[in-house]
T-cell receptor, first 114, second 114 residues
């Protein structure tokens, strides 16, 4: 049972344009979400987080949107740069239930074309 | 602050052998996580510790896997009687355990079971 889903395995975007990466979840108890970027042979690197009490969080070129009713979140990268080419993972936790375990999605490979 | 350190970076072993991996978290981080990642998948939760207490363990985790964090600092993950299906990247992460926490990952240990 994949509780966190990233249905697009890959995405190509032109440099300077917006990249939108999507993530869906099934567990309504999830209340905290993280986005990570991963390069080959390295561990994931934290990008941005959002709590379920918010519907948007921004940090520089990265913005995460949360739609709780749709159980959907998205990561926007504007403007996209070639260095953003990596695999992106979303992760979710149900902290209100007393756990700090994070469930990760399967990832989306972003390629930013110069 | 040197980040999360994992040792070894690579391990090749024969089926049936035991292997042990070490993780040194960021100092003062009280939560420590172990994840496993295979090609094309997201990180799969294995277990996590708060200080020296192992708070949660994946139900899918075979009893051949055991993790310890004896003094609440470094952690070890042991796999007994390795199988080819254990071949994966084993990732360790740590966090401060505060509101708005994020996980900091190490570079992982790549295990190949022949």
């Amino acid at each position: 049972d994949q509780q966190v889903k990233q249905n697009s395995p890959s995405l190509s975007v032109q440099e300077g344009r917006i990249s939108i990466l999507n993530c869906d979840y099934t567990n309504s108890m999830f209340d905290y979400f993280l986005w990570y970027k991963k390069y080959p042979a390295e561990g994931p690197t934290f990008l941005i987080s959002i709590s379920s009490i918010k519907d948007k969080n921004e940090d520089g070129r990265f913005t995460v949107f949360l739609n709780k009713s749709a159980k959907h979140l998205s990561l926007h990268i504007v403007p996209s740069q070639p260095g953003d080419s990596a695999v992106y993972f979303c992760a979710a936790s149900a902290r209100g239930t007393g756990t700090y375990k994070y469930i990760f999605g399967t990832g989306t490979r972003l390629k930013v074309l110069a | 602050d040197t980040g999360v350190s994992q040792d070894p970076r690579h391990k090749i072993t024969k089926r049936g052998q035991n292997v042990t991996f070490r993780c040194d978290p960021i100092s003062e981080h009280n939560r420590l996580y172990w994840y496993r990642q295979t090609l094309g998948q997201g990180p799969e939760f294995l277990t996590y510790f708060q200080n020296e207490a192992q708070l949660e363990k994946s139900r899918l985790l075979s009893d051949r896997f055991s993790a310890e964090r004896p003094k609440g600092s470094f952690s070890t993950l042991e796999i007994q009687r390795t199988e080819q299906g254990d071949s994966a990247m084993y990732l360790c992460a740590s966090s401060l355990g505060q509101e708005g926490e994020k996980l900091f990952f190490g570079s992982g240990t790549q295990l190949s079971v022949l």
